[in-house]
Nanobody
Framework: QVQLVESGGGLVQPGGSLRLSCAAS????????MGWYRQAPGKERDLVAT???????NYANSVKGRFTISRDNDKNTVYLQMNSLKPEDTAVYYC?????????WGQGTQVTVAS
């Protein structure tokens, strides 16, 4: 059974930092792309960042220069370092893992940026 366990969300003041983690277990196919998406209230789920197995990254324009995605292939874990957080970054953040045959989502972790 595939499980994606996310952690690291919470409440932070504007300008602060958080680090999200997503650890996958039970995956039997080769993991290709790992990524983070977010969904704010009343809005669609949007891409935040992705990273391929080779380490190629892609970021939404709104987070470029502030967020950094990384992964540990040995641990099947993807991270999102979020710096200089803004109130508009408030959302539920979901990790996504794409294998050669399957697509998996985490349960989501709330990030709230407020003073």
């Amino acid at each position: 059974q595939v499980q994606l366990v996310e952690s690291g969300g919470g409440l932070v003041q504007p300008g602060g930092s958080l680090r999200l983690s997503c650890a996958a277990s039970g995956i039997i196919f080769s993991i290709n792309t790992m990524g983070w998406y977010r969904q704010a209230p009343g809005k669609e789920r949007d891409l935040v960042a992705t990273i391929t197995r080779d380490g190629n990254t892609n970021y939404a324009n709104s987070v470029k220069g502030r967020f950094t995605i990384s992964r540990d292939n040995d641990k099947n874990t993807v991270y999102l370092q979020m710096n200089s957080l803004k109130p508009e970054d408030t959302a539920v953040y979901y990790c996504n893992i794409v294998t050669s045959l399957t697509n998996h989502w985490g349960q989501g972790t709330q990030v709230t940026v407020a003073s």
